[in-house]
Protein backbone atom coordinates (compact mmCIF):
# COMPACT_ATOMS: atom_id res chain seq x y z
CA UNK A 1 0.00 0.00 0.00
CA UNK A 2 2.89 2.21 0.92
CA UNK A 3 4.01 1.69 -2.57
CA UNK A 4 0.58 2.29 -4.66
CA UNK A 5 1.07 5.39 -2.93
CA UNK A 6 4.24 6.31 -3.46
CA UNK A 7 3.36 5.63 -6.87
CA UNK A 8 0.35 7.75 -7.15
CA UNK A 9 2.49 11.10 -5.84
CA UNK A 10 4.92 10.79 -8.86
CA UNK A 11 2.25 10.68 -11.16
CA UNK A 12 0.63 13.39 -9.70
CA UNK A 13 4.26 15.71 -9.93
CA UNK A 14 4.40 14.60 -13.59
CA UNK A 15 1.08 15.43 -14.36
CA UNK A 16 1.60 18.92 -12.44
CA UNK A 17 4.69 19.26 -14.30
CA UNK A 18 3.44 18.48 -17.42
CA UNK A 19 0.85 21.23 -17.03
CA UNK A 20 3.37 23.40 -15.88
CA UNK A 21 5.36 23.39 -18.69
CA UNK A 22 2.35 23.64 -21.36
CA UNK A 23 1.10 26.68 -19.85
CA UNK A 24 4.97 28.09 -20.32
CA UNK A 25 4.94 27.52 -23.66
CA UNK A 26 1.41 28.93 -24.46
CA UNK A 27 2.29 32.04 -22.56
CA UNK A 28 5.93 32.34 -24.65
CA UNK A 29 4.44 32.25 -27.65
CA UNK A 30 1.53 34.74 -26.88
CA UNK A 31 3.79 37.69 -25.56
CA UNK A 32 6.52 36.47 -28.95
CA UNK A 33 3.25 36.99 -31.02
CA UNK A 34 2.69 40.70 -29.23
CA UNK A 35 5.67 41.63 -29.45
CA UNK A 36 5.32 40.58 -33.47
CA UNK A 37 2.31 42.58 -33.41
CA UNK A 38 3.27 45.59 -31.80
CA UNK A 39 6.55 45.79 -33.99
CA UNK A 40 5.04 45.35 -37.05
CA UNK A 41 2.79 48.76 -35.66
CA UNK A 42 5.96 50.40 -35.07
CA UNK A 43 6.86 50.09 -38.86
CA UNK A 44 3.69 50.91 -39.86
CA UNK A 45 3.42 54.12 -38.23
CA UNK A 46 7.07 55.70 -39.41
CA UNK A 47 6.35 57.89 -41.97
CA UNK A 48 7.71 57.27 -45.15
CA UNK A 49 10.48 60.10 -45.46
CA UNK A 50 12.24 58.22 -42.32
CA UNK A 51 11.75 55.09 -43.72
CA UNK A 52 14.06 56.08 -46.37
CA UNK A 53 16.65 57.93 -44.50
CA UNK A 54 19.14 54.90 -45.92
CA UNK A 55 18.35 55.56 -49.42
CA UNK A 56 21.69 56.74 -50.68
CA UNK A 57 21.95 60.55 -50.87
CA UNK A 58 21.04 61.96 -54.26
CA UNK A 59 20.45 65.33 -56.00
CA UNK A 60 17.05 65.45 -55.06
CA UNK A 61 18.14 65.70 -51.23
CA UNK A 62 20.25 68.49 -51.77
CA UNK A 63 18.69 72.78 -52.18
CA UNK A 64 20.45 75.02 -53.37
CA UNK A 65 21.13 78.71 -52.39
CA UNK A 66 22.55 81.07 -54.93
CA UNK A 67 23.95 84.44 -54.38
CA UNK A 68 23.57 86.50 -57.39
CA UNK A 69 22.87 90.76 -58.31
CA UNK A 70 20.59 92.49 -60.79
CA UNK A 71 23.47 93.34 -62.63
CA UNK A 72 25.11 90.04 -63.25
CA UNK A 73 22.77 87.34 -62.99
CA UNK A 74 22.07 88.15 -67.10
CA UNK A 75 25.78 86.93 -67.72
CA UNK A 76 26.48 84.65 -64.93
CA UNK A 77 23.47 82.42 -66.04
CA UNK A 78 25.43 81.13 -68.54
CA UNK A 79 27.59 79.39 -65.95
CA UNK A 80 24.20 77.98 -63.96
CA UNK A 81 22.82 76.48 -67.50
CA UNK A 82 26.20 73.98 -67.66
CA UNK A 83 25.84 72.49 -63.69
CA UNK A 84 21.80 72.88 -63.11
CA UNK A 85 19.53 70.04 -63.79
CA UNK A 86 15.74 71.49 -63.68
CA UNK A 87 14.39 67.79 -63.49
CA UNK A 88 16.71 66.74 -60.11
CA UNK A 89 17.65 70.22 -58.72
CA UNK A 90 15.74 72.60 -56.28
CA UNK A 91 16.75 76.28 -54.62
CA UNK A 92 16.48 79.53 -56.08
CA UNK A 93 18.68 82.38 -57.13
CA UNK A 94 18.77 85.49 -54.71
CA UNK A 95 18.63 89.01 -56.22
CA UNK A 96 17.92 92.26 -54.46
CA UNK A 97 15.14 93.70 -56.81
CA UNK A 98 13.83 92.48 -60.63
CA UNK A 99 14.67 94.75 -62.99
CA UNK A 100 11.76 96.71 -64.96
CA UNK A 101 11.90 93.46 -67.19
CA UNK A 102 11.61 90.45 -65.76
CA UNK A 103 12.51 88.81 -68.95
CA UNK A 104 15.86 90.15 -68.26
CA UNK A 105 16.17 87.31 -66.11
CA UNK A 106 13.45 84.49 -67.09
CA UNK A 107 13.47 84.34 -71.02
CA UNK A 108 11.40 82.03 -72.00
CA UNK A 109 14.14 80.27 -74.34
CA UNK A 110 16.33 79.64 -71.08
CA UNK A 111 14.15 79.79 -68.22
CA UNK A 112 13.72 75.65 -68.00
CA UNK A 113 16.99 75.20 -67.84
CA UNK A 114 18.14 77.83 -64.75
CA UNK A 115 17.23 78.13 -61.50
CA UNK A 116 13.93 80.07 -60.28
CA UNK A 117 14.66 83.94 -59.69
CA UNK A 118 13.86 84.76 -55.76
CA UNK A 119 13.87 88.79 -54.30
CA UNK A 120 15.78 88.97 -51.08
CA UNK A 121 13.95 90.28 -48.31
CA UNK A 122 14.53 93.90 -46.75
CA UNK A 123 18.08 94.12 -44.62
CA UNK A 124 17.83 97.78 -44.10
CA UNK A 125 17.60 96.97 -40.36
CA UNK A 126 20.83 95.66 -39.77
CA UNK A 127 23.80 97.50 -39.44
CA UNK A 128 27.01 97.50 -41.55
CA UNK A 129 30.06 99.39 -40.19
CA UNK A 130 33.16 97.95 -41.91
CA UNK A 131 34.42 100.73 -43.85
CA UNK A 132 34.80 100.43 -47.88
CA UNK A 133 32.88 97.63 -47.47
CA UNK A 134 29.35 96.83 -49.20
CA UNK A 135 26.63 96.30 -47.04
CA UNK A 136 25.21 94.30 -49.66
CA UNK A 137 27.06 91.39 -47.65
CA UNK A 138 24.22 91.21 -45.59
CA UNK A 139 21.51 90.32 -47.40
CA UNK A 140 24.11 87.67 -49.60
CA UNK A 141 24.59 85.86 -45.96
CA UNK A 142 21.08 85.83 -45.51
CA UNK A 143 20.40 84.07 -48.41
CA UNK A 144 21.09 80.92 -45.92
CA UNK A 145 17.98 81.82 -43.72
CA UNK A 146 15.90 82.37 -46.93
CA UNK A 147 16.90 79.75 -48.43
CA UNK A 148 15.80 76.85 -45.42
CA UNK A 149 12.38 79.06 -45.54
CA UNK A 150 11.61 77.88 -48.66
CA UNK A 151 10.73 75.06 -46.71
CA UNK A 152 11.43 72.15 -48.82
CA UNK A 153 10.50 68.87 -47.78
CA UNK A 154 13.28 65.59 -47.71
CA UNK A 155 16.35 67.72 -47.62
CA UNK A 156 19.46 66.43 -46.71
CA UNK A 157 22.02 69.42 -47.59
CA UNK A 158 21.42 72.93 -48.37
CA UNK A 159 24.13 74.22 -50.77
CA UNK A 160 25.21 77.97 -50.89
CA UNK A 161 27.43 79.22 -54.20
CA UNK A 162 27.98 82.74 -55.84
CA UNK A 163 26.27 83.06 -58.97
CA UNK A 164 29.87 82.44 -60.69
CA UNK A 165 30.43 79.50 -58.63
CA UNK A 166 30.12 76.29 -61.00
CA UNK A 167 29.51 73.29 -59.25
CA UNK A 168 30.23 69.69 -60.22
CA UNK A 169 26.81 67.96 -59.03
CA UNK A 170 27.74 64.41 -59.65
CA UNK A 171 30.81 64.73 -57.19
CA UNK A 172 29.23 67.22 -55.06
CA UNK A 173 26.49 64.20 -54.03
CA UNK A 174 29.37 61.57 -53.72
CA UNK A 175 31.29 64.09 -51.64
CA UNK A 176 28.36 64.79 -49.24
CA UNK A 177 27.93 60.61 -49.23
CA UNK A 178 30.96 60.42 -47.48
CA UNK A 179 29.04 62.45 -43.86
CA UNK A 180 26.14 61.24 -41.76
CA UNK A 181 23.19 63.83 -42.95
CA UNK A 182 21.54 63.91 -39.72
CA UNK A 183 24.68 65.72 -37.54
CA UNK A 184 25.61 68.70 -37.78
CA UNK A 185 28.04 69.78 -40.59
CA UNK A 186 29.85 72.63 -41.60
CA UNK A 187 31.85 71.72 -45.15
CA UNK A 188 33.62 73.36 -47.19
CA UNK A 189 37.14 74.97 -48.08
CA UNK A 190 39.10 78.06 -47.48
CA UNK A 191 41.64 80.14 -49.93
CA UNK A 192 44.62 78.86 -51.55
CA UNK A 193 45.95 82.07 -50.58
CA UNK A 194 47.96 82.18 -47.31
CA UNK A 195 47.04 85.91 -46.82
CA UNK A 196 42.97 85.81 -47.65
CA UNK A 197 43.16 83.25 -44.98
CA UNK A 198 44.96 85.37 -42.77
CA UNK A 199 42.88 88.06 -42.81
CA UNK A 200 39.39 86.33 -42.16
CA UNK A 201 40.08 82.54 -41.46
CA UNK A 202 41.33 79.30 -41.40
CA UNK A 203 38.49 77.46 -40.67
CA UNK A 204 36.39 79.28 -42.84
CA UNK A 205 34.35 78.34 -45.60
CA UNK A 206 34.77 80.74 -48.68
CA UNK A 207 31.70 80.79 -49.99
CA UNK A 208 32.56 81.51 -53.49
CA UNK A 209 34.15 78.26 -53.33
CA UNK A 210 30.51 76.61 -52.31
CA UNK A 211 29.63 75.47 -48.99
CA UNK A 212 27.54 72.69 -47.55
CA UNK A 213 25.19 72.39 -44.57
CA UNK A 214 23.37 69.34 -43.30
CA UNK A 215 20.03 69.95 -42.95
CA UNK A 216 19.49 70.03 -39.00
CA UNK A 217 22.49 72.62 -38.59
CA UNK A 218 21.20 74.69 -41.33
CA UNK A 219 17.32 74.90 -39.68
CA UNK A 220 19.29 75.67 -36.35
CA UNK A 221 21.40 78.26 -37.94
CA UNK A 222 18.24 80.29 -39.58
CA UNK A 223 16.77 80.47 -36.07
CA UNK A 224 20.27 82.09 -34.82
CA UNK A 225 21.12 84.17 -37.70
CA UNK A 226 19.55 87.61 -36.94
CA UNK A 227 20.35 87.54 -33.85
CA UNK A 228 24.46 87.13 -35.23
CA UNK A 229 24.03 89.65 -37.96
CA UNK A 230 23.23 92.17 -34.73
CA UNK A 231 26.22 91.56 -33.10
CA UNK A 232 28.97 91.48 -36.37
CA UNK A 233 28.21 94.65 -38.31
CA UNK A 234 31.93 95.20 -38.20
CA UNK A 235 32.65 92.15 -40.63
CA UNK A 236 33.59 92.63 -44.03
CA UNK A 237 31.46 89.84 -46.10
CA UNK A 238 28.76 87.27 -45.61
CA UNK A 239 30.95 84.11 -44.96
CA UNK A 240 32.39 85.95 -41.94
CA UNK A 241 28.91 86.52 -41.09
CA UNK A 242 27.97 82.72 -41.41
CA UNK A 243 31.15 81.33 -39.73
CA UNK A 244 31.05 83.02 -36.81
CA UNK A 245 27.55 82.36 -36.40
CA UNK A 246 28.54 78.99 -36.70
CA UNK A 247 31.21 79.17 -34.45
CA UNK A 248 28.98 80.54 -31.82
CA UNK A 249 27.07 76.99 -32.35
CA UNK A 250 30.19 75.58 -31.41
CA UNK A 251 30.44 73.77 -35.24
CA UNK A 252 33.82 73.84 -37.06
CA UNK A 253 34.63 73.36 -40.76
CA UNK A 254 35.06 70.26 -42.15
CA UNK A 255 37.83 70.92 -44.98
CA UNK A 256 36.54 69.02 -48.47
CA UNK A 257 39.70 69.98 -51.43
CA UNK A 258 37.11 69.44 -54.26
CA UNK A 259 35.87 72.49 -53.46
CA UNK A 260 37.74 75.57 -54.85
CA UNK A 261 37.86 79.39 -54.73
CA UNK A 262 40.70 80.21 -56.60
CA UNK A 263 42.10 82.78 -55.38
CA UNK A 264 44.53 83.47 -58.41
CA UNK A 265 45.05 85.11 -61.33
CA UNK A 266 46.60 84.49 -64.58
CA UNK A 267 46.94 80.56 -66.03
CA UNK A 268 45.79 78.01 -63.60
CA UNK A 269 47.13 75.37 -65.74
CA UNK A 270 49.20 74.02 -62.87
CA UNK A 271 46.74 74.50 -60.25
CA UNK A 272 44.01 72.36 -62.25
CA UNK A 273 46.92 69.73 -63.45
CA UNK A 274 47.41 68.58 -60.03
CA UNK A 275 44.00 68.10 -58.24
CA UNK A 276 43.99 66.36 -55.28
CA UNK A 277 42.62 63.00 -54.53
CA UNK A 278 39.03 63.70 -54.45
CA UNK A 279 36.39 65.09 -56.79
CA UNK A 280 36.30 67.95 -58.38
CA UNK A 281 33.49 69.79 -56.69
CA UNK A 282 33.29 73.55 -57.67
CA UNK A 283 34.80 76.12 -59.01
CA UNK A 284 35.00 79.78 -58.74
CA UNK A 285 36.46 83.44 -60.13
CA UNK A 286 36.68 82.36 -63.92
CA UNK A 287 35.85 85.70 -65.07
CA UNK A 288 39.29 86.49 -63.44
CA UNK A 289 41.53 83.71 -64.85
CA UNK A 290 42.27 82.44 -68.19
CA UNK A 291 40.25 80.36 -70.32
CA UNK A 292 41.50 77.05 -68.98
CA UNK A 293 41.75 75.85 -72.46
CA UNK A 294 43.39 77.76 -75.45
CA UNK A 295 41.49 79.94 -77.90
CA UNK A 296 38.65 79.73 -76.51
CA UNK A 297 36.58 81.97 -73.86
CA UNK A 298 36.25 81.10 -70.68
CA UNK A 299 32.61 79.80 -70.62
CA UNK A 300 33.12 77.80 -74.16
CA UNK A 301 36.30 76.42 -71.96
CA UNK A 302 34.42 75.24 -69.17
CA UNK A 303 31.41 74.05 -71.49
CA UNK A 304 34.28 72.30 -73.37
CA UNK A 305 35.27 70.96 -69.90
CA UNK A 306 31.54 69.54 -68.84
CA UNK A 307 31.79 67.40 -72.14
CA UNK A 308 34.55 64.96 -70.37
CA UNK A 309 32.38 65.73 -67.09
CA UNK A 310 29.13 64.23 -68.77
CA UNK A 311 31.23 60.94 -69.26
CA UNK A 312 32.94 60.64 -66.15
CA UNK A 313 32.51 63.34 -63.80
CA UNK A 314 34.48 61.60 -60.93
CA UNK A 315 37.35 61.21 -62.68
CA UNK A 316 37.91 64.60 -64.07
CA UNK A 317 40.90 66.45 -63.24
CA UNK A 318 42.42 63.17 -61.52
CA UNK A 319 45.93 63.00 -61.82
CA UNK A 320 47.59 59.65 -62.79
CA UNK A 321 51.99 59.40 -63.15
CA UNK A 322 53.39 56.65 -65.55
CA UNK A 323 56.94 56.25 -67.09
CA UNK A 324 58.05 55.66 -70.02
CA UNK A 325 60.49 53.51 -70.24
CA UNK A 326 61.98 53.29 -73.89
CA UNK A 327 62.10 57.12 -74.26
CA UNK A 328 62.78 57.74 -70.48
CA UNK A 329 59.89 59.80 -70.79
CA UNK A 330 57.50 61.01 -67.22
CA UNK A 331 53.43 61.61 -68.30
CA UNK A 332 51.07 63.19 -65.85
CA UNK A 333 47.41 63.01 -67.50
CA UNK A 334 44.93 64.83 -65.19
CA UNK A 335 41.92 63.40 -66.96
CA UNK A 336 39.29 65.34 -68.93
CA UNK A 337 41.65 68.29 -69.13
CA UNK A 338 45.21 68.04 -70.11
CA UNK A 339 48.37 65.47 -70.18
CA UNK A 340 52.01 66.80 -69.39
CA UNK A 341 55.05 64.74 -71.34
CA UNK A 342 58.29 65.75 -69.39
CA UNK A 343 61.27 64.76 -71.70
CA UNK A 344 62.99 62.85 -68.44
CA UNK A 345 62.28 61.27 -65.93
CA UNK A 346 61.04 63.23 -62.79
CA UNK A 347 60.74 61.94 -59.71
CA UNK A 348 57.09 61.30 -58.24
CA UNK A 349 56.20 64.28 -55.42
CA UNK A 350 57.97 66.91 -57.90
CA UNK A 351 55.23 65.92 -60.48
CA UNK A 352 52.47 65.66 -57.90
CA UNK A 353 53.71 69.81 -57.22
CA UNK A 354 51.80 72.46 -59.18
CA UNK A 355 53.57 74.17 -61.57
CA UNK A 356 53.76 78.21 -60.73
CA UNK A 357 51.66 79.28 -64.05
CA UNK A 358 49.87 81.29 -62.37
CA UNK A 359 50.05 85.14 -59.90
CA UNK A 360 48.93 85.80 -56.93
CA UNK A 361 45.75 87.52 -56.48
CA UNK A 362 47.09 90.75 -54.59
CA UNK A 363 50.30 91.85 -55.41
CA UNK A 364 52.54 94.20 -52.83
CA UNK A 365 52.26 91.85 -49.66
CA UNK A 366 54.91 89.21 -48.82
CA UNK A 367 51.55 87.21 -47.03
CA UNK A 368 49.60 87.37 -50.08
CA UNK A 369 52.23 85.28 -52.40
CA UNK A 370 52.35 82.52 -49.75
CA UNK A 371 50.22 78.99 -51.06
CA UNK A 372 48.43 76.50 -48.90
CA UNK A 373 49.23 73.61 -51.29
CA UNK A 374 52.60 72.63 -53.08
CA UNK A 375 54.35 74.52 -56.34
CA UNK A 376 57.59 74.46 -58.24
CA UNK A 377 58.54 77.00 -60.37
CA UNK A 378 58.67 77.05 -64.19
CA UNK A 379 61.78 76.05 -66.30
CA UNK A 380 63.75 78.81 -67.57
CA UNK A 381 64.07 77.58 -70.79
CA UNK A 382 60.76 76.76 -72.45
CA UNK A 383 62.01 74.12 -74.32
CA UNK A 384 62.65 72.10 -71.15
CA UNK A 385 58.84 72.34 -69.89
CA UNK A 386 56.74 69.72 -70.24
CA UNK A 387 55.14 69.17 -73.60
CA UNK A 388 51.19 70.00 -72.57
CA UNK A 389 48.17 68.27 -74.80
CA UNK A 390 44.78 69.96 -74.05
CA UNK A 391 41.44 67.19 -74.50
CA UNK A 392 40.03 67.66 -77.61
CA UNK A 393 37.22 64.97 -76.95
CA UNK A 394 36.22 61.81 -75.26
CA UNK A 395 33.80 59.00 -76.13
CA UNK A 396 32.31 56.39 -74.19
CA UNK A 397 31.43 53.24 -75.55
CA UNK A 398 30.97 49.19 -74.84
CA UNK A 399 34.78 48.88 -74.34
CA UNK A 400 35.32 51.82 -72.37
CA UNK A 401 35.98 55.47 -72.53
CA UNK A 402 38.56 56.94 -75.01
CA UNK A 403 39.92 60.78 -74.43
CA UNK A 404 42.05 62.51 -76.98
CA UNK A 405 44.43 65.18 -76.04
CA UNK A 406 45.96 67.23 -78.84
CA UNK A 407 49.26 69.27 -78.36
CA UNK A 408 49.16 72.85 -78.04
CA UNK A 409 52.73 74.36 -77.27
CA UNK A 410 53.74 73.68 -80.56
CA UNK A 411 54.81 77.03 -81.58
CA UNK A 412 57.96 76.92 -79.21
CA UNK A 413 61.05 76.90 -81.45
CA UNK A 414 62.63 73.99 -79.86
CA UNK A 415 64.30 71.12 -81.88
CA UNK A 416 62.11 68.14 -82.70
CA UNK A 417 64.63 65.51 -81.99
CA UNK A 418 64.02 62.32 -82.32
CA UNK A 419 63.57 61.31 -78.24
CA UNK A 420 61.98 64.99 -77.63
CA UNK A 421 57.85 64.23 -76.93
CA UNK A 422 57.38 67.55 -78.92
CA UNK A 423 57.05 65.45 -81.56
CA UNK A 424 54.29 63.74 -80.58
CA UNK A 425 50.86 65.36 -81.92
CA UNK A 426 48.32 63.95 -79.92
CA UNK A 427 47.39 61.57 -76.70
CA UNK A 428 45.13 58.91 -76.62
CA UNK A 429 43.89 57.79 -73.17
CA UNK A 430 41.73 55.05 -72.59
CA UNK A 431 39.67 53.94 -69.25
CA UNK A 432 36.64 53.05 -67.48
CA UNK A 433 33.80 54.99 -65.47
CA UNK A 434 35.12 55.56 -62.11
CA UNK A 435 32.37 54.68 -59.65
CA UNK A 436 34.51 55.49 -56.71
CA UNK A 437 32.53 53.69 -52.89
CA UNK A 438 32.41 55.43 -50.05
CA UNK A 439 34.92 53.77 -48.87
CA UNK A 440 37.44 54.59 -51.39
CA UNK A 441 36.46 58.03 -51.09
CA UNK A 442 37.37 58.05 -47.20
CA UNK A 443 40.48 56.30 -47.82
CA UNK A 444 41.28 57.79 -51.53
CA UNK A 445 44.17 56.01 -53.93
CA UNK A 446 45.47 57.70 -57.17
CA UNK A 447 45.38 55.34 -60.10
CA UNK A 448 48.32 53.95 -62.45
CA UNK A 449 48.34 54.26 -66.03
CA UNK A 450 50.75 52.23 -68.60
CA UNK A 451 52.13 53.30 -71.64
CA UNK A 452 51.05 50.84 -74.57
CA UNK A 453 52.84 48.59 -76.62
CA UNK A 454 51.25 49.81 -80.00
CA UNK A 455 52.02 53.80 -79.36
CA UNK A 456 54.05 54.40 -82.35
CA UNK A 457 54.39 58.03 -84.41
CA UNK A 458 53.01 61.16 -83.64
CA UNK A 459 50.25 59.03 -81.48
CA UNK A 460 50.89 58.09 -77.76
CA UNK A 461 48.47 55.56 -76.16
CA UNK A 462 48.03 55.04 -72.12
CA UNK A 463 45.42 52.74 -70.33
CA UNK A 464 44.52 53.88 -66.99
CA UNK A 465 43.78 51.40 -64.65
CA UNK A 466 43.40 50.24 -60.71
CA UNK A 467 46.46 50.48 -59.08
CA UNK A 468 47.66 46.65 -57.46
CA UNK A 469 49.92 46.40 -54.64
CA UNK A 470 52.73 48.02 -56.48
CA UNK A 471 54.69 51.69 -56.44
CA UNK A 472 54.37 54.88 -58.82
CA UNK A 473 58.13 55.19 -59.91
CA UNK A 474 60.86 55.72 -62.00
CA UNK A 475 61.90 52.08 -63.59
Known amino acids: MFAEMKSSKASSSSCFINVFLISVSFCTIYLLVLLYLFRASEVANIPASSQGASAPTSLEHLVFGIASNRGSWLDRKEY??????????????????????ESYYNDSSSNSLLPPVCISEDTSRFRYTYRGGDRSAIRVARVVSETVALNHSGVRWFVFGDDDTVFFPENLVKTLSKYDHELWYYIGTNSEIHGQNWLFSFDMAFGGAGFALSYPLAKVLAKVF????????????????????????????????????????????????????TPLVS?????????????????????????????????????????????????????????????NHQFLPDVLRAHKTFRQWKKGHVVQEG???????????????????????????????ESTYRQYNSSDNCSLDMGLPKKLAEVKVFSHKLDLKIKQLQAPRRYCCDVLPFSQGEVLQLAIRECKEELIHIH
Open 226 to 277: DSCLERYPHLYGSDSRIYTCLAELGVGLTHEPGFHQIDVKGDVFGLLATHPL
Open 80 to 101: AKLWWQPQKMRGCVFVESMPDN
Open 371 to 401: YLFDTRELHIDPCRRPTIFFLDRASSGEDGI
Open 283 to 343: LHHLDHIDPIFPNMTAKQAIAHLFEAVNIDSERVLQQTVCYDRWFSWTISVSWGYAVQVFE
